[in-house]
């Protein structure tokens, strides 16, 4: 079953953007997500493993979210500090940092980002590893709708494609945004339960992740206010027994199945609700 809550317009942590980054020794080739916009540049991360400030740090969000092209190292050095891996403050071209920000629930995700600097050394490029990092960099706003999709009503077993139960579904949930939202923004979460490899587990949540945003275009939903990523199964909200029969873990599993969609955007009074 889905479920479904309207939220009162509260303060809530809920996040927009996008970003990546490089460094020499033991890197792993990526696919760069900037601030603004993918890129298809592709951007080296070095292993966290390495950096010299073990586990990274936490930053200031403000000051992370001040910092642009075209300022010199002595003033990212002054918002967020030295960079966490072996580079140096002059002739370098690259700086490499671990953060950690703040997820919206409760908890932290450590994210990997990457500045790159121009012949004058002033910052020319920003990116995070991941673009879901770059989400949890917006100002706090004010959620209009939260919306939690049950997974076994939109997909098949280990599908990434939505049923035709699962479109209907989304056409009937794009419908309650426009009546409900004026300028909706949307962010969408796939998770999947702990069963199968982590890796398995990731990609499915991704793809399902995208194919409701996907559904959501043909809907009607503007492309540019949707974003979508995969968490697999790190944000599990139900745990089980793992000594049980595996379809007996399966059902129990069930509400970690789920595809999450917040709603940002300014909510539509219901007619007659309000002042004059």
């Not at 073990?54 to 300022?71: A, C, I, V, W």
């Not at 794009?174 to 004026?182: D, L, N, P, S, T």
């Not at 069963?195 to 990609?203: P, V």
Request: some cysteine; hydrophobic content about 35%.
């Amino acid at each position: 079953m889905s479920t479904y809550r309207s939220c009162p317009l509260t303060t809530a942590t809920l996040l927009l953007g996008l970003m990546t980054a490089t460094v020499s020794g033991c890197t792993t080739p990526q696919t760069a997500e900037t601030e603004t916009a993918m890129s298809a540049t592709a951007v080296a991360f070095p292993d966290p493993q390495s950096a010299w400030r073990e586990g990274g740090s936490y930053p200031n969000l403000d000051n992370l979210r001040t910092l642009h092209e075209g300022m010199d190292k002595d003033q990212v050095y002054d918002l967020v500090g030295p960079p966490h891996f072996d580079e140096g403050m002059f002739g370098e071209r690259e700086w490499n940092y671990l953060f950690h920000l703040p997820d919206g629930r409760g908890g932290y995700r450590l994210c990997q980002y990457q500045l790159h600097f121009d012949d004058a050394m002033r910052v020319d490029g920003r990116y995070w590893q991941n673009g879901a990092c770059a989400q949890l960099l917006a100002p706090e706003a004010t959620p209009a709708m939260d919306v939690t999709l049950d997974v076994d009503t939109l997909f098949d077993l280990d599908s990434a494609e939505l049923s035709s139960r699962g479109q209907q579904r989304i056409a009937e949930l794009a419908v309650q945004i426009r009546e409900r939202v004026r300028h909706p923004r949307l962010m969408v979460i796939g998770h999947t339960d702990r069963l199968g490899s982590e890796q398995y587990n990731q990609t499915l949540s991704d793809r399902r992740a995208m194919a409701v945003r996907r559904a959501l275009i043909d809907q009607g939903i503007d492309s540019q206010a949707i974003s979508s990523w995969g968490v697999g199964e790190s944000e599990p909200v139900k745990s089980c027994s793992d000594s049980a029969p595996r379809e007996t873990q399966a059902a129990c599993l069930a509400p970690n199945r789920r595809v999450e969609i917040r709603v940002v955007g300014e909510a539509i009074r219901a007619a007659g609700q309000g002042g004059r």
